[in-house]
C-alpha cells in the first residue's frame, strides 16, 4: 500500500490518496473522524485547535461504505483558510494586492525545516517551506492511518498509544489490563497518561513552559496487540518491520528517535536479561516468556505485542525567542511568533498511533493475498492457525 499526502497549512484543504487498500473492506467517514478528533485534542495546544474541526470527505474509492479496490481519496479542509485566502492564493498577485502580500517571510525559525528548505528549493520566501512543513499535514496522515486501523481492527489487531514522559515528567504507571482499559483512560486524560498523578505533573510542566515562553517534548508509546507472527522479513532489508515502523515514527514532525520493547535499556544488560526465552503451549503455540524485544525479532512480529516508543523534541517555536538571521539583511534577530503550540506530545500520541498502524497495515497487505477483503481475512487467519499448529 501506499499515500501520498498534499496541502499546505494554510490553504484550503489537505488531501491523501491511498492506493492498495483491498476492496470490500468497510470504511465510513466517522472512522476516519473519529480518530481526526482524537488528534485535535491535547493539554498544550495553541489557538488553532480551536479554529479547526476536522473533518474528512470520502471522495474517491467508496461506494456503500465499502472500498472499491480503486484509490481512495480523503480531503479535509483547513477552516483557517479563509483568513488565509490573499496570502495563500493560488492566482497570480494582482497589483493592488501585491503591496499587502509581498512581505516576505525572510527569517527562518530555530528547529523548523525553514532555512535548508529555502537552501533546497532557492524561496526567498520561507512562507513557502513552512506551509508544508507544518505538522497541519499530519491531519491526512492520520486520515490515512484511521483506514488502516479499520483494516487491523477487522482482522482482530488493535492499536493504541500513550504518553509516558513530558517534559521529564515520567509516568510510573505503565500496567494495565487490556488494551481496551489502556484506551478508556488515556482518552480521559489531558495528556492521554495512564498514571493520573503524572498526568497532573504533565499539565503543571506545560503551564509552566508556557508560562517562560518555552516548550518541552516527551515521549509516546505504541502498542499492538493481535498481530500474527512472521509478518515483516528477514530476507530484505527494505521490508524488515522494525526498521519500517522506526522510519515512520521518526517521520513524525519534531520526533528524533526511537525504541523498541526494552530500547536503549539493552545496551547496558547482559543478553539474558534482553532476549525473552521461547515456550510452547497447546493453546497458544509459541510464545515468549517476556516481551523485552517489544514484539520484533529479525524484522519480523514474533506475535508478541509490539511496543515502541518515540520522542519528540520540545516545539520549536518559542514565545521567548530564539537568535536566528535575516537572510535578506544576514543582519542577526530575534524570532517573534504570533501563535504556537506549547507541547503537542498528547497529540502527537495519536499521530503514532496511526502511522505506526499504517505500516503494519501496509506490512500485512503486502504479504498476504489481498485483493479482496475476505480473502485477505482467511490467508491471515490461516496464517495465525499455521503457527499455532506449527
Ligand atoms: C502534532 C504536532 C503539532 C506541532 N505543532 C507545532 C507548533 O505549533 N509550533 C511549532 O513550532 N512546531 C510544531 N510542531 C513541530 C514542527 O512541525 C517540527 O518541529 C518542524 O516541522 C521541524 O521538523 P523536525 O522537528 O522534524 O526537524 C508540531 C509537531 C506535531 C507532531
Ligand atoms: C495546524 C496544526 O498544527 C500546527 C503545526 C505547526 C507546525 O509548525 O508544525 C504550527 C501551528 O500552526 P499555526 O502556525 O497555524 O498555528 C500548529 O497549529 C495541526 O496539528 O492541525
Known sequence: MRYLTSGESHGPQLTTIIEGLPAGMPLIDSDINEELARRQKGYGRGRRMQIEKDTVQITAGIRHGYTLGSPVALVVENNDWKHWTKIMGQDPLSPEDEGEVKRKISRPRPGHADLNGALKYGHRDMRNVLERSSARETTVRVAAGAAAKKLLSELGIEVAAHVIEIGGVVSSKRD?????????????SPVRCLDQNAGQKMMDAIDS??????????????????????????????????????GAMVSINAF??????????????????VHDEITWDPEKGYYRKTNRLGGLEG??????PIVVRGVMK?????????????????????ASIERSDSCAVPAAAVVAENVIAWELASAIVDQFYSDRFEALKASVEQQRKFAREF
Not at 517534548?217 to 522506526?246: F, Q, T, W
Not at 517555536?317 to 542577526?332: A, F, H, N, R
Open 256 to 273: 528524533k528517535g526511537v525504541e523498541f520493547g526494552i530500547g536503549f535499556e539493552a545496551a547496558r544488560k547482559p543478553g539474558s536479561e
Open 209 to 246: 513552559a508556557k508560562e517562560n515562553g518555552d516548550s518541552i517534548g516527551g515521549v509516546v508509546e505504541v502498542i499492538v496487540e493481535g498481530m500474527p507472527p512472521g509478518v515483516g522479513s528477514y530476507v530484505h532489508y527494505d521490508r524488515k518491520l522494525d526498521s519500517k515502523l522506526a
Open 176 to 188: 494495565y489490563s487490556s488494551l481496551k482499559e489502556l484506551k478508556e483512560i488515556t482518552e480521559e
Open 299 to 304: 524484522g519480523m512480529t514474533t506475535g508478541m
Open 314 to 334: 520540545p516545539i520549536p517555536t518559542l514565545y521567548k525567542p530564539l537568535q536566528s538571521v535575516d537572510i535578506e539583511t544576514k543582519e542577526p534577530f530575534s
